[in-house]
């Protein structure tokens, strides 16, 4: 049987590898702009813009075996990435149909994902959805502030109850809903700090836009 469950996998992941486009995320879109425009190797999106290796060599091998990128070997175990035909495509597809802008900001991750957002809407769109997507940022992150507040409040009403609880029984279970309520009541408090403190710093982000120089002229590239 272990043959015919390989060969279920494999299948599986060749459907995966297929559709995995279908719905690109921003960050494998951020990563097919940057190799359009020359930086072609993890090491060049490591040295120049500091990325991770783990979060570009994973995707880039992804998004070669989708088609989407050729890769040519190069000293020191590196790749070398070059647009293909189909990726100039779907980076069109994608930009002329607007979903990009749906995909200015990531709602778990609303502050790291502002300066990529800003960056495509620069390289693509103009001035006027840069500042959109600052707006669109910091409103996301007021609600998540007070989202937070709120989850705050309502677990440090908890406490009180739970730690009577513990005091009276002394069980090992009344001790773990105490822990576990400080815990969560801190951690609320504190995501609601610092993303407070976010929306101050998207503010002077916003004062940025004046200086941001023309986007270069965009040209198919593909090979």
Not at 42 to 55: E, H
Not at 70 to 90: L, M, V
Not at 188 to 201: H, N
Request: glycine residues 6%.
């Amino acid at each position: 049987m272990l043959p015919v469950f390989k060969t279920d996998v494999r299948a599986q992941v060749t459907r995966m590898q297929e559709a995995y486009f279908e719905d690109p995320n921003p960050h494998h879109l951020f990563l097919l702009v940057l190799v359009k425009h020359g930086l072609a190797t993890p090491y060049d999106m490591l040295s120049k813009l500091g990325l991770g290796v783990g979060a570009t060599s994973s995707p880039l091998k992804r998004m070669e075996k989708a088609g989407l990128l050729t890769g040519t070997s190069q000293p020191r175990r590196s790749t070398r990435y070059a647009i293909t035909e189909k990726g100039e495509e779907e980076l069109r597809s994608q930009i002329e149909s607007g979903r990009m802008r749906h995909w200015w900001i990531e709602e778990s991750y609303v502050y790291r994902s502002t300066p990529r957002a800003m960056f495509l809407s620069w390289l693509y769109s103009g001035p006027k959805q840069i500042s959109d997507c600052v707006d669109v940022a910091m409103q996301e992150l007021r609600f998540l502030a007070h989202k937070k507040k709120q989850e705050a409040q309502a677990i440090r009403e908890t406490i009180p109850r739970f730690e009577a609880n513990c005091r009276h029984s002394g069980l090992a279970d009344d001790e773990g809903l105490l822990v576990a309520a400080v815990y969560q009541w801190l951690k609320a408090e504190s995501d609601a700090a610092l993303f407070t403190v976010q929306i101050e710093a998207l503010k002077t982000m916003g004062l940025l836009l004046a200086n941001l120089p023309s986007a270069p002229k965009q040209k198919s590239t593909a090979v």
